[in-house]
């Protein structure tokens, strides 16, 4: 049975990320955010203390109360405890960020990888609907965040972007912010992705690349420059997928585990 038979019709999502703390209230049969989705800057330092008071704000804000909340953050998450903290302070590793912010907010709450809440929503409501198989979705931004999707069950915590390829992490060399940083036009940042996505494509052997991120935005620039065995198409929800998809996550653990199967 798809969890979402069950589920509520809408959900609280929340995307944590270094600049800004994203959230809406999201239509869970459609994917699409009820109303607008609000931006909060993220705290400088990123302390957990100081990140559950935006949430707090951002959740009065939205006008849900009582309603059940995803929250994406940048870590390694497992059971609700964060293992990795990217951008924010260190006092995140190892604390249960699910049962901490559940009792900050008074809401039921479920922590997610903000990579994997992007990667959800892109194989439920994107690019990667009605789509079968191995789903690989990467998202190219100051790092490279990667989900991955098999026969519409989620592998969590699947990095990698800290794959070493010519001796250099990935993310270091084919991110998004690279890109910018070091002014390399679309051929020769197209050949960076090239041999990046190759090596994943021989590892992985996926059936469907899904790009996201900002810079799928301009994905006409740089996936006509591609040539791998693998379809390689941009994401849909763009900047939304993050909390669209910690919205998911928050429905799906409520009644069983995330099955992304339309």
Not at 147 to 155: H, K, R
Not at 215 to 229: F, V, W
Request: aromatic residues 4%; glycine residues 14%.
């Amino acid at each position: 049975m798809n969890v979402l038979d069950t589920a509520p019709d809408a959900r609280v999502g929340i995307d944590v990320g270094g600049t800004w703390i994203k959230g809406a209230l999201v239509n869970l049969e459609t994917g699409a955010p009820a109303g607008e989705v609000l931006h909060l800057p993220t705290p400088a330092g990123g302390t957990v203390e100081a990140v559950a008071d935006t949430l707090e704000r951002l959740v009065g804000e939205l006008g849900a109360p009582g309603t059940a909340a995803g929250v994406a953050i940048p870590s390694i998450v497992q059971q609700g405890v964060a293992w990795s903290a990217a951008n924010m302070d260190h006092s995140w590793v190892g604390l249960d960020v699910q049962a901490h912010l559940g009792a900050r907010l008074g809401l039921p709450v479920s922590v997610v990888n903000d990579a994997d809440a992007a990667g959800i929503a892109e194989a439920r409501y994107g690019a990667g609907k009605g789509r079968g198989g191995v789903v690989l979705v990467l998202t190219l931004g100051t790092g490279i965040g990667s989900a991955l999707i098999v026969d519409g069950t989620l592998v969590p915590n699947f990095e990698l972007g800290h794959l070493e390829v010519a001796g250099y992490k990935a993310e270091s060399v084919a991110s998004a912010v690279v890109r910018e940083r070091e002014g390399l036009g679309w051929d020769e940042y197209a050949e960076r992705l090239q041999q990046y996505l190759s090596h994943v494509e021989f590892l992985f052997s996926p059936d469907l690349i899904i790009v996201g991120g900002g810079i799928s935005a301009c994905s006409n620039e740089y996936l006509p420059r591609l040539s791998l065995r693998t379809p390689v198409v941009p994401a849909v929800l763009q900047n939304a997928a993050g909390v669209v998809g910690a919205a998911l996550q928050s429905a799906a653990s409520r009644v069983g585990p995330l099955s992304l199967a339309v």
